[in-house]
């Protein structure tokens, strides 16, 4: 059997005349966008052109829900209800539908954003709001979330598809969850290291944590991070390295 992944990025999360990440370097380099949708980043204007841009390059569509907070970047903690969350995703999701309807392509996914998505790791009530959501708006949209999480569980309990999401620029704990960003070593700068994260994830189906203990993840997307120092340089060196390993790189469907 051929080993695959998709290898997926946030775009789409500039605003007016500010811009942030690299977007058009980026899309020739992945095969699933997930595009900020006007809470967290990003702006009609935005939306549509990265939309269209992806639609050129023959990337899938996603929508990229995050908390309605533009001043920080959707990364600070927001208390949340599970019908917060539900409200918050719907509209996001659906306003994203339609850009995408407008520029002759449709929604393939939801990644949510930033806070959004490290609450829905830990809180089985947001967890549920946000499946919800998908699953209300359109049943054939593929849910992104980070590997063996609730997130996954939930979205799953609905009968929505799932793509489970791994990071090769990000360290793990024991448990599975991401090492918190505020912490010296959460992001992985070298490249063969992350090169090295990606083909055990992928290969091997588990991810060495911080402390050395090895522990399984399905290894369904993986997360490139476009706004990162040296971002395009990454991507390429993975792509490389998966490409070199016979791992087929298309967008989960």
Not at 81 to 106: N, P
Not at 109 to 131: E, F, S, T
Not at 147 to 153: C, K, L, R
Request: charged fraction near 15%; aromatic fraction near 4%.
């Amino acid at each position: 059997m051929t080993l695959s992944i998709d290898l997926n990025c946030d775009m789409g999360e500039s605003f007016g005349l500010w811009r942030m990440g690299q977007d058009e370097a980026m899309m020739s380099l992945i095969s699933s966008a997930n595009i900020a949708c006007g809470f967290h980043a990003g702006d009609p204007a935005i939306m549509r052109e990265t939309v269209a841009c992806a639609l050129a390059h023959g990337v899938s569509v996603g929508a990229h829900p995050g908390l309605a907070d533009l001043q920080g970047f959707g990364r600070r903690a927001i208390p949340t209800t599970e019908q917060q969350a539900y409200d918050l995703t719907v509209v996001q999701v659906g306003a994203l539908a339609a850009v995408a309807a407008s520029q002759g392509g449709r929604l393939n996914h939801v990644k949510a954003h930033g806070m959004l998505y490290n609450m829905a790791v830990k809180d089985r009530a947001i967890a549920r709001g946000l499946a919800r959501a998908v699953h209300d708006v359109d049943t054939t949209l593929i849910y992104f979330g980070l590997a063996g999480s609730i997130m996954i569980e939930e979205a799953q309990a609905l009968g929505l598809k799932t793509a489970q999401e791994v990071f090769g620029d990000r360290t793990y704990q024991p448990d599975g969850s991401l090492t918190p960003r505020q912490e010296p070593d959460a992001m992985i700068t070298d490249v063969q290291q992350s090169v090295a994260q990606v083909l055990q994830m992928v290969q091997q189906g588990t991810v060495t944590a911080r402390d050395g203990s090895v522990i399984a993840v399905q290894a369904d997307t993986l997360c490139l991070h476009g706004d990162q120092p040296g971002a395009v340089g990454f991507a390429q060196a993975i792509v490389q390295a998966l490409t070199a390993a016979n791992v087929a790189i298309q967008s989960p469907k």
